[in-house]
């Protein structure tokens, strides 16, 4: 079946530590996005990409950084820079850039300890 | 302002219908989107409107646009413990040089009570 696989669900990280979170989408959708979500703020754009090899930032995206090497997959790095990283991420896509239309993953959840 | 307006939190009795409102910014937004998250998961889009349209149905799902008002509302009928869930509302918002992008409101709690 075709969908979007976020990995892992749960990640738990030492303050300090990078972390990469994966989103890998089977649909050959072109645009692909990540979202953090916190209780009661909402969804928040961190990066988008919308072709292979090309990537723009967010509203959210200092302490983050991403790579499209291929149009599969669209790895999130937490940096140790992010000050506040414990969150619910979302990665999405989509068939065509600007659009509303999106496919989101299950989610990862990521505590820093 | 910038951002879409939703109240955080509504609660209904199963059977009953459910009515989740939005207010949104932009008077240009081509389509406007409502978006249900189960818990733990992510999100599913339900059901879109255009701009040139007062209403739409699908099934048990009402969506009304007042343009004038930049309102939107999604009307559940014969709301059931299944429909319970955060409810996003969206928006597409033109961002320069050619781009658009999604804004969603902060979302709706929907407790439904057996």
């Known amino acids: 079946d075709g969908g979007i696989t976020q990995s892992p669900k749960y990640l738990f990280r030492k303050e300090g530590q990078n972390v990469t979170l994966s989103c890998e989408q089977n649909?050959?959708?072109?645009?692909m996005y990540w979202y953090r979500q916190d209780p009661g703020q909402g969804l928040r754009l961190i990066y988008y990409?919308?072709?292979?090899?090309?990537?723009q930032k967010g509203d959210i995206a200092e302490g983050y950084s991403v790579s499209r090497e291929k149009k599969e997959s669209f790895p999130l790095t937490v940096t140790s820079a992010q000050k506040n990283p414990t969150a619910f991420y979302l990665c999405?896509?989509?068939?065509?850039?600007?659009?509303?239309?999106?496919?989101f993953g299950e989610g990862s959840r990521l505590t820093v300890l | 302002g910038e951002d879409v307006e939703q109240s955080l939190f509504l609660s209904v009795r199963e059977g009953d219908s459910s009515v989740i409102n939005c207010t949104y910014t932009?008077?240009?937004?081509?389509?406007l989107y409502w978006y249900k998250q189960e818990p733990g998961a992510g999100l599913q889009l339900l059901t879109y409107?255009?701009?040139?349209?007062d209403m739409k149905q699908d099934q048990r799902l009402t969506v009304l646009l007042n343009k004038k008002d930049k309102h939107l509302s999604l009307r559940i009928a014969d709301t059931q413990t299944g429909d319970s869930a955060i409810y996003f509302c969206?928006?597409?918002?033109?961002?320069?040089?050619?781009?658009?992008?999604?804004?969603f409101g902060k979302g709706t709690k929907l407790s439904v009570i057996p």
């Open positions: 649909l050959n959708h072109d645009a």
């Open positions: 409107i255009f701009s040139n349209m």
């Open positions: 999405a896509s989509s068939g065509t850039v600007n659009t509303g239309e999106l496919f």
């Open positions: 990409s919308q072709i292979v090899n090309d990537f």
């Open positions: 969206a928006e597409i918002i033109y961002s320069g040089a050619g781009s658009y992008q999604l804004t």
């Open positions: 932009d008077s240009s937004s081509t389509y």
